[in-house]
């Protein structure tokens, strides 16, 4: 791809996802849509997917920034419910999906058909991810589907090379299939183990931030090329150690964090753009490659899988849930007893994504003759679970009223745990001021104190009452007024600078002192 295309994809994906920020359309599906759109005007560049780019390059990122979001010690709680749907449901849609495949398309043959089944079985971990901090799902419903996301891409990769193996005649059996699982899974967690605590001392050991977080964009890219050498899972190695960096974060010096933060917030929002567009577009070229399947029959295959996808999902989802209560007293002692919405939202929450379709394209075409066919069934059912419950799914939520994140505790045990904080911190600063080598002005120690006290009060005073006049709390107002302050003295220093009484070296120095400033007194709320 010549970089004039590139351009326009990031740039063109990046407005769309902007703009669904101003709207109640999930990125994701407005992202799909204008791709869609825009695939069949003329002139448009040719942007087939890669596998060879996708896999190894936008996945191993993609993977990374949502392992390190996500809660390791959550992910440890809810690993019964995201192990039966990243390695149970995945096998379970392999074959239910491609035994449906064998049966509707009388030309597939069964182990072609499997392909199929491991291709579309698979949710999309950026989709989930997406949708489920847009629309607000209960904490739980969150975790398990973001855990389920992060792994079940291993375990379809998986599925399919036996699958492909047995299609083209290389003579897979299911002892060489199942032994090629284990090495996958156990390979890839063996080599996220080995690497996670190396990288980790390299993290905090690197002196200056700019190094660290060079590091940092090249660990992704480390982890799955070191496992993807030895045969292993590059998926898992990747969850594996970002999930412990992310843990572990806390280590990491304050200047890393913050450039960390903000460097892969980037990434992610480029890349998760770039991806769900290039969904959109391959339109045109699955169409061109699809031969004798147009027409009804074409479609009524896109129809007819798209609805078993869909089904399969609840058929393993419910009994996923319940049968290990039924089961296990401990679990039953353990666990609230979940209601049917809960299982019916995870069901309805299968988006397929790019994923499936890298891995689609990279089936051989030759000797595999149905390779045109899947794809387009790929392709379709990706469109339609992005589409069809990715649009649903808000209304859904709503309609069956399911309780959302509670606020207004979440902001309670903020302000319980920044009370203890402050009240360590506070003993810790009277013990230091104690000692003569720590000696400092009345002054300068009241505004230590002050530091304190106000960290400390800020989240109790988002709790309190609110301005009848502007509808802010006290802590509102406090910022509002901090960053017209601060925006006030930038004037000055932009003044100066232009009057020739300060230089521009001398101005970058003072603004950024002031950024600073302002970033302490600006809590991000979105």
Same mark, same amino acid.
């Given at each position: 791809m010549h970089i004039l295309p590139l351009l326009l994809l990031v740039a063109g994906s990046a407005a769309c996802a902007a703009a669904a920020r101003r709207t109640s359309v999930p990125a994701p599906l407005l992202l799909v849509t204008v791709g869609l759109m825009i695939s069949y005007v003329p002139g448009m560049p040719d942007y087939e997917l890669d596998p060879d780019v996708v896999l190894p390059l936008l996945l191993p990122p993609l993977l990374y920034t949502a392992a390190t979001d996500s809660s390791y010690l959550d992910l440890r709680a809810q690993l019964r419910p995201v192990a039966l749907l990243s390695v149970g449901y995945v096998l379970f849609a392999t074959l239910v999906v491609g035994w449906f495949a064998y049966l509707l398309v009388p030309s597939l043959p069964l182990t072609a058909a499997l392909v199929l089944g491991a291709v579309v079985a698979p949710p999309d971990a950026v989709a989930a991810t997406a949708v489920a901090r847009r629309v607000g799902l209960p904490s739980r419903i969150t975790t398990i589907l973001q855990g389920e996301s992060l792994v079940n891409d291993a375990t379809a990769i998986t599925a399919y090379k036996v699958a492909l193996a047995a299609a083209v005649g290389e003579g897979a059996t299911w002892a060489g299939g199942i032994g090629e699982f284990l090495l996958a899974a156990v390979g890839g967690?063996?080599?996220?183990?080995?690497?996670?605590?190396?990288?980790?001392?390299?993290?905090?050991? %690197?002196? /200056?931030?700019?190094?660290?977080?060079?590091?940092?964009? %090249?660990?992704?890219?480390?982890?799955?090329?070191?496992?993807?050498? =030895?045969?292993?899972?590059?998926?898992?190695?990747?969850?594996?150690?970002?999930?412990?960096?992310?843990?572990?974060?806390?280590?990491?010096?304050?200047? !890393?964090?913050?450039? /960390?933060?903000? &460097?892969?917030?980037?990434?992610?929002?480029?890349?998760?753009?770039?991806?769900?567009? %290039?969904?959109?577009?391959?339109?045109?070229?699955?169409?061109?490659? *699809?031969?004798?399947?147009?027409? =009804?029959?074409?479609?009524?295959?896109?129809?007819?899988?798209?609805?078993?996808?869909?089904? !399969?999902?609840?058929?393993?989802?419910?009994?996923?849930?319940? *049968?290990?209560?039924?089961?296990?007293?401990?679990?039953?002692?353990?666990?609230?007893?979940?209601?049917?919405?809960?299982?019916?939202?995870?069901?309805?929450?299968?988006?397929?994504?790019?994923?499936?379709?890298?891995?689609?394209?990279?089936?051989?075409?030759?000797?595999?003759?149905?390779?045109?066919?899947?794809?387009?069934?790929?392709?379709?059912?990706?469109?339609?679970?992005?589409v069809v419950q990715g649009l649903t799914l808000p209304p859904l939520i709503r309609l069956l009223k399911l309780p959302g994140r509670d606020t207004q505790t979440e902001t309670l045990a903020e302000a319980n745990a920044q009370a203890q904080a402050s009240r360590v911190a506070e003993q810790r600063l009277e013990e230091l001021l104690e000692d003569e080598r720590n000696a400092l002005p009345p002054p300068l120690a009241d505004r230590l104190r002050a530091v304190l006290e106000r960290r400390r009060n800020a989240v109790w005073e988002r709790l309190g009452a609110v301005n009848p006049l502007t509808g802010e709390t006290a802590d509102d107002t406090y910022r509002r007024l901090?960053? /017209?302050?601060?925006?006030? /003295?930038?004037? &000055?220093?932009?003044?100066?600078?232009?009057?020739?009484?300060?230089?521009?070296?001398?101005?970058?120095?003072? %603004?950024?002192?002031?950024?600073?400033?302002?970033?302490?007194?600006?809590?991000?709320?979105?």
């Open positions: 967690v063996a080599v996220g183990l080995l690497l996670m605590v190396p990288l980790h001392w390299l993290r905090t050991h %690197l002196r /200056e931030a700019l190094l660290q977080n060079t590091l940092s964009l %090249l660990i992704p890219f480390v982890a799955y090329g070191v496992a993807e050498q =030895v045969h292993a899972s590059g998926v898992l190695a990747v969850v594996v150690v970002a999930l412990y960096l992310g843990h572990r974060s806390w280590e990491v010096d304050f200047a !890393t964090r913050l450039q /960390e933060e903000a &460097v892969w917030k980037m990434v992610a929002f480029v890349l998760e753009s770039a991806v769900f567009a %290039l969904i959109g577009l391959q339109l045109p070229v699955v169409l061109r490659d *699809l031969g004798d399947y147009q027409g =009804v029959d074409a479609a009524w295959y896109a129809v007819a899988l798209f609805l078993v996808v869909v089904a !399969t999902r609840f058929v393993w989802v419910y009994p996923a849930t319940f *049968l290990p209560r039924i089961f296990s007293a401990r679990i039953r002692k353990r666990e609230e007893n979940p209601t049917w919405k809960g299982p019916f939202v995870i069901g309805w929450a299968g988006m397929r994504g790019v994923v499936s379709l890298a891995i689609a394209f990279s089936i051989p075409s030759e000797p595999f003759p149905d390779r045109n066919l899947i794809l387009f069934l790929t392709f379709t059912t990706v469109i339609g679970t992005l901090s960053r /017209e302050m601060i925006g006030a /003295e930038r004037e &000055v220093f932009v003044r100066l600078r232009d009057l020739r009484y300060i230089d521009d070296e001398m101005l970058r120095t003072l %603004l950024r002192r002031l950024d600073l400033e302002e970033a302490a007194a600006f809590r991000e709320t979105t």
